[in-house]
């Protein structure tokens, strides 16, 4: 396999995994202002404080992969998004802090609990700025604190759109690990956002389609459609799928607790990956969309095969601790110290 795209796959599933894992955990942040109650919060923070930190390690591996592989993309990336990527590392660092500072806390609980939730959000909302940018494009000589082209009405509608994806992520997860009151209250957020979700995806779709010949001929020249159709459907009966395991809860009035409560979750997942794969089907082979592809972009031949002794022990290693915690604190999250 030419080891340009071999590293392009594995960039993705690095980027995927990402946004799967550390999605939700940062979407308990976004919805903790709807938990009012000191024990509700503790249940949320219970609920992820033995994954969060492992989760973000693939953030560290997608960063050391783009380094490594693609050091011209990761150059024009962080230098022209300096200010959004550092905003975001300091967002991630606060609510970091907050996790360790928040159950020994008293009086500053409420600071810490701000720390946490901001922290979330905000981070969020700055890979959902990155994702924007790079997918309408970089400007050429952009670099630094010198362009703001990343701050526009698309970018801030990713942005958002982000947020409300982590945070259905969130509600379903905190559906599949918790019971009663909170099981309720996220089954009903779901739902909410699940709507955001739907009506952000199609507003990105539609305007990047009008906005850019390359992605409309993409997707809808020589009848490409016919071949690309199966990832719109998939969504939808996705979507569907949550939605109705949200209202089954809530019709039963709670009394649904039982193995069909990580549907939602697996769902939610599945949603994340068809518009995934959708944004790569409309960039590729960009790196940077109109400026970089991946093989301008690639490493020396001789250095990706160094790099092949790496990645071949440390992403079955990641996948090893990170499937072993999940399979450790699977089921319900209880209310006792311990978490579970």
């Not at 591996?61 to 200010?83: C, D, E, N």
């Not at 099981?183 to 955001?196: P, T, V, W, Y």
């Not at 109705?244 to 009394?255: A, E, N, V, Y």
């Not at 450790?328 to 006792?336: I, Q």
Request: hydrophobic share 50%.
């Amino acid at each position: 396999m030419d080891l340009a795209l071999f590293y392009f796959l594995i960039l993705g599933f690095a980027v995927f995994m990402y946004v799967l894992l550390d999605g939700f955990d940062l979407g308990i942040g976004i919805l903790y202002p709807w938990f009012e109650s000191k024990s509700e919060r503790d249940h949320l923070m219970r609920s992820i404080s033995h994954v969060w930190d492992g989760n973000e390690t693939w953030l560290v591996f997608g960063g050391v992969m783009l380094f490594a592989a693609f050091p011209a993309a990761y150059a024009g990336i962080t230098s022209t998004f300096y200010l959004p990527i550092m905003l975001m590392l300091f967002a991630l660092i606060f609510r970091g802090v907050a996790f360790e500072y928040r159950f020994k806390a008293d009086r500053s609980r409420p600071y810490w609990d701000l720390a946490f939730s901001a922290g979330s959000a905000i981070a969020a909302f700055c890979q959902g700025i990155l994702l924007g940018s790079l997918v309408q494009g970089i400007p050429e000589g952009s670099s630094m604190i010198a362009s703001w082209h990343w701050l526009t009405p698309f970018t801030i509608l990713t942005g958002f759109s982000v947020m409300a994806g982590y945070a259905l992520m969130a509600s379903s997860y905190l559906f599949m690990k918790s019971r009663s009151d909170i099981q309720r209250r996220a089954s009903h957020l779901g739902k909410n956002l699940l709507i955001c979700v739907v009506l952000a995806m199609l507003t990105v779709s539609i305007w990047t389609t009008i906005a850019s010949p390359e992605i409309q001929n993409r997707w809808f020249e020589n009848g490409h459609f016919i071949y690309l159709s199966p990832l719109p459907i998939i969504s939808l009966f996705l979507s569907i799928g949550i939605w109705k395991h949200f209202t089954r809860h809530q019709m039963l009035s709670g009394q649904s607790e039982g193995k069909n409560d990580s549907r939602p979750f697996w769902y939610s997942a599945g949603l994340f990956l068809t518009g995934f794969i959708g944004l790569v089907v409309s960039l590729f082979p960009y790196l940077i969309p109109r400026q970089l592809t991946l093989w301008e972009a690639a490493a020396p031949d001789s250095s990706l095969t160094f790099l092949l002794v790496g990645v071949c022990l440390f992403i079955p290693l990641i996948l090893a601790y990170t499937l072993w915690g999940y399979r450790v604190f699977s089921g319900k999250v209880e209310d006792y110290q311990e978490g579970y």
